[in-house]
């Protein structure tokens, strides 16, 4: 939870935490809370599986509130293997797919059916689905429909202006970027409520000018529909592109040259992080490796503090 640009971790119990690895041990030593005074004792876990996945059994029977923290355990394993993990392949997403295959595989090889289904049993969403569609950028869309066969299969058709005609083609024909759009819009529009999608570089592959449209149409969906979504990106436009809100939830995966691993902070987190966003955005910051800096190195700031350089070379984009 983010509040006041800071977020509520640090005020969380920890209820076990990894020790810094040794290389030539195949174990991790993992020290965990037993709500007695003095050092939290420690046991052994296995390095080749989460720390996560093998604590519940390794937790002594005896530690205070143990029923109530393997509950905390399991409630995070299963709101882990509930995530939907997208990972759209355009190539498996364009032949015919069976009717009734409703449920989103996560490399959207049934997408035409799933599309169908949204059609056929939400109305309400289908309209909004095409409504946001034929708003993208570069698209010039009068009507999406199916083509659907004597053996129950079916295959998603746009139909499109060309010149003063009106083309029907089908997802076999597609270019990667608009069946990246639609696989993405699908997920958010067809999971249930209250999930969580992880989508890992949303943009590959997709138009500039449709990325930021995108954005915005997934996070209006998401919020009605109480799905929460993580996604990375390293595309300089989508992060420029966020809003006060939505900058919010944005976190930075950096390297961490002390202990040689990654490490992930919140932006509102950094240290003169405001003076990055008036400088340019965070896209600009991260171009120039000021954001990486500014994480790595922090200085003291004084109020209204404001980054020129990045200033300067935000101003040679416009």
């Known amino acids: 939870m983010v509040k006041n640009a800071q977020t509520d971790a640090a005020n969380g119990t920890v209820i076990f935490k990894a020790a810094a690895s040794n290389a030539n041990s195949g174990d991790?030593?993992?020290?965990?809370?037993?709500?007695?005074?003095?050092?939290?004792?420690?046991?052994?876990?296995?390095?080749?599986?989460?720390?996560?996945?093998?604590?519940?059994?390794?937790l002594p029977s005896d530690v205070e509130n143990y029923e109530s923290?393997?509950?905390?355990?399991?409630?995070?394993?299963?709101?882990?293997?509930?995530?939907?993990?997208?990972?759209?392949?355009?190539?498996?997403?364009r032949g015919y797919s069976r009717v009734g295959d409703s449920t989103l595989r996560r490399n959207c090889s049934n997408l035409s059916a799933v599309l169908y289904s949204l059609k056929e049993k939400k109305?309400?969403?289908?309209?909004?689905?095409c409504d946001v569609v034929k708003n993208l950028p570069e698209n010039?869309?009068?009507?999406?429909?199916?083509?659907?066969?004597?053996?129950?299969?079916?295959?998603?058709?746009?139909k499109e202006l060309n010149g003063k005609t009106t083309e029907?083609?089908?997802?076999?024909?597609?270019?990667?970027?608009?069946?990246?759009?639609?696989?993405?819009?699908?997920a958010v529009?067809?999971?249930?409520?209250?999930?969580?999608?992880?989508?890992?570089?949303?943009?590959?592959?997709?138009?500039?000018?449709?990325?930021i449209k995108l954005m915005q149409a997934i996070c209006l969906i998401a919020a009605k529909r109480n799905i929460d979504?993580?996604?990375?990106?390293?595309?300089v436009t989508v992060l420029n592109g966020f809003s006060k809100k939505e900058i919010l939830g944005v976190s930075v995966v950096y390297r961490d040259p002390q202990l040689q691993s990654s490490k992930i902070i919140?932006?509102?987190?950094?240290?003169?992080?405001?003076?990055?966003?008036a400088s340019g955005g965070i896209g600009n910051a991260m171009a120039s490796e000021r954001l990486i800096e500014a994480i790595k190195n922090p200085k003291p700031i004084k109020p209204f503090d404001f980054d020129f350089h990045i200033a300067e070379e935000a101003g040679r984009y416009e």
């Open 28 to 58: 991790i030593i993992v020290e965990y809370a037993n709500g007695k005074r003095g050092k939290n004792p420690e046991c052994r876990a296995i390095r080749n599986m989460s720390v996560l996945s093998q604590m519940q059994s390794r």
């Open 69 to 93: 923290t393997v509950e905390k355990i399991q409630k995070v394993q299963n709101s882990l293997t509930k995530i939907f993990i997208l990972h759209p392949i355009p190539t498996v997403m």
């Open 123 to 129: 109305s309400e969403e289908w309209s909004l689905f």
């Open 140 to 158: 010039e869309i009068r009507d999406i429909g199916f083509v659907k066969t004597q053996l129950n299969d079916v295959i998603l058709v746009q």
């Open 168 to 186: 029907s083609i089908d997802a076999a024909r597609l270019s990667d970027g608009t069946l990246r759009c639609i696989a993405v819009l699908a």
């Open 189 to 211: 529009m067809s999971e249930p409520e209250n999930s969580l999608i992880a989508i890992e570089e949303m943009d590959s592959g997709i138009h500039p000018s449709r990325v």
């Open 229 to 235: 979504i993580i996604m990375t990106t390293h595309n």
């Open 266 to 277: 919140p932006y509102v987190e950094i240290r003169n992080q405001a003076g990055l966003l």
